[in-house]
């Protein structure tokens, strides 16, 4: 909804939670020099080389260098709405009955029309729910499986017990069509099925959202979260939130960042809208700009955020590559998808029966007519390239976010020495992605009490999540800081401790678009720096922390 005020244009988001009552979200303005400190405290504390690395911001301390000094007169203003009033340093939230606040916002006063970040105009428009759908076809075409224990076996993942202050959270956007958290029951049968971890989620519901059924979204995620990281964290959160245009990235980047008792790590699967077309046009030339800043609050709390880098490639739309965000986003972990070369030739295999129970991960492969992918070290893993199936690992160069400092040397490696697609296609000097790559092909789940496959970032991302999540309690043992937002960590370790990684050569994202990167030795647009190896991880961690005195 926009309102006109003298000459303001206001545009804001205006979130309906039910025919009564009426949320609408307030951007503030975001003063420059503010914007600039919270990325150059990112910075100080993400840096292995900074005298200050790990030494996090609690949330009071952010939220003050974002307060405006006009707040007290917003306060009086919100004050005499009799509106209930949620702030946030660089937000307010009013709510109540629609018709009031409809008369509220339409006669904004000057003063406060000011103080409000007109760049950013959203619409109540609600994306396409995202749900996993049992084939019809009674033959499918399955290759081996991979399962909680493939990536425990590849890449070495060990058990670490719990800490208390350890939390792990996922996602869960709700698209206004009534899909929502996954099934208690579903990730309690997973967990017996496969002999895995298992532990309700505690959900985190800000808006007070409601839903009728699950997705295959949080589904997948919340099962291997929950079976990888293996109890590593105390408790494992569903941050529950609207999906619908007014209330994407930015709202959500928002309600974490105000929680002072935030997860360390937060997975988010929901990916899909383009930089070039989608974000402009839907919610404002500056939307993404105010995003970064949003993630560079959560780097400097300490906070990792974990998405995946999309399966449909080099996304080629507008005449050039058009990436999602916030894959591209350079506060976040973006992660590519792998598989072994077992994969790609496919096995010809029954999907189980509706229901079927299994007691173990054998007969879960068994049931599917296929094996289970048990890697030994001499195996390699490939870019996932499987059209129709889990379709190509997404990765290039954003056409929006400057190329952060962390990686130029890496980047600018590949551009050196790697096979490139016409300049005119991508921009050289943006972020690169993904960061890293886990496996992200042929993975079982457990969707409303029926086996189905699933494939792609969307399963790599919350992997590589829960395994952050072990290495943060290791961490949290050793009297040590949570890992944080860990990129610049793992582009200096690719340096220093190349052991940690294993490159990915083998492989392209071309999809169906005739342009795209080849996997190459090093890093690489297609899986990062590679995937990684956890106990070479902790080592390189234990050289780190033993210079430090800890």
Known sequence: MIWRVGCFLVVLAFVFSSAKETRVRIHLRQPEESKQKIKEICKDVSSPD?????????QKEINALFTL???DSLQQWVASTSLHARFNGDWVELSGEDSHVELVMNSIPVHVASLIDDSIFVRSRARTA???????????VISPLTTPRTYQQAYQIPKISSHPNNTLAIAVMLAGSGFGLALDSDLSSFAHQTENFYQPLEVINPMNVTWSQPDGESTADAQYILSISNGSA???????????IDRYILEWAQDIAADPKAALVHSNSYIGLTELEDFPSRFGPDYILRCEIELAKLCARGITVVTGSGDTGAFYNQNQFNAFYPSTSAYVLTLGATMYPQQLGPADGNWPDANVTVHDVNQLCQSFNTTCLDPTPDMIEVAVETPGRGGWSGGGFSAVVDQPDWQRKAVKSFLNEGVLPSAKLFNASKRAFPDISLNGQSIPILFQGDWMIVSGTSISAPAMAAIIGILNARQLHLNRPPLGFINPLLYKMAEDHPVAFRDVTQ???????????????GFDPVTGLGTILVPEIISYLDQIFAKRGQ
Do not use: M
């Open 50 to 58: 900074s005298i200050n690395y790990g030494s996090y911001l609690p």
């Open 69 to 71: 000094n006009e707040e």
């Open 130 to 140: 995202y749900r996993h759908q049992r084939p019809d076809q009674s033959k499918q």
């Open 234 to 244: 105390v408790q494992v959160q569903a941050w529950v939130d609207y999906n619908e």
């Open 507 to 521: 492989g392209d994202n071309f999809c169906n678009f005739g342009a795209g990167y080849n996997a190459t030795a």
